[in-house]
């Protein structure tokens, strides 16, 4: 691993435990155990930096979900599968997710530059999920009619299943299951 990478690895590590405002050059230069002044150098500054960590997560993400769904036999099959990805994305040790929930365009962005960057890249995520419920609807395995509102449905309990797993003391252990199969049920119109 290149110097760069372990600052951004680093990064991405103490930007999703402790967010923006917490982590500190120091921090990571530490993490990383790379001279502080290479910080500088590669990324300019905390703020570019940050938007390197979430955007590198968020390309992971895009990737294991392009990959999960392709070659899905059914709309239906492609949409669980995306869903499943997800969740499974956001709890897997060496994916850094919560830099996500921190690095959302909706959360510590500080410009708005970089709010729209990230909006356009989140923005991919739900296009993706939306062309799964439109060949679910087209196929007749999903039964909605609006594949745009499906799409955001399927948005909200994602996010919001991540953020209580990832985010608070209650959730339950088996959350991710019973999330899949209250979606399924929901797709199917049961």
Do not use: W
């Amino acid at each position: 691993m290149t110097k760069k990478e372990a600052l951004l690895q680093a990064a991405k590590e103490l930007f999703g435990e402790y967010g923006y405002a917490e982590t500190t050059f120091a921090m990571i230069s530490q993490r990383a155990q790379v001279a502080m002044g290479l910080l500088a150098h590669h990324y300019g500054n905390k703020e570019k930096l940050f938007l390197a960590a979430g955007m590198d997560v968020l390309e992971n993400l895009l990737t294991a979900l392009r990959a999960s769904v392709a070659g899905a036999p059914t709309g239906l099959e492609a949409v669980l599968r995306f869903c499943r990805c997800y969740l499974e994305f956001s709890r897997e040790p060496g994916a850094n997710f919560l830099v996500l929930i921190r690095c959302s365009p909706y959360s510590d962005m500080k410009t708005r530059e970089d709010r729209e960057i990230m909006i356009t890249k989140f923005t991919e995520v739900h296009i993706l999920l939306r062309e799964c419920t439109g060949r679910g609807l087209e196929d007749g395995t999903i039964a909605a009619n609006d594949p745009h509102l499906a799409a955001q449905f399927l948005s909200c309990v994602l996010v919001g299943a991540v953020r209580t797993k990832c985010l608070t003391p209650y959730a339950t252990p088996g959350l991710y299951d019973e999330v899949m199969k209250r979606i399924e049920a929901s797709l199917k119109g049961c």
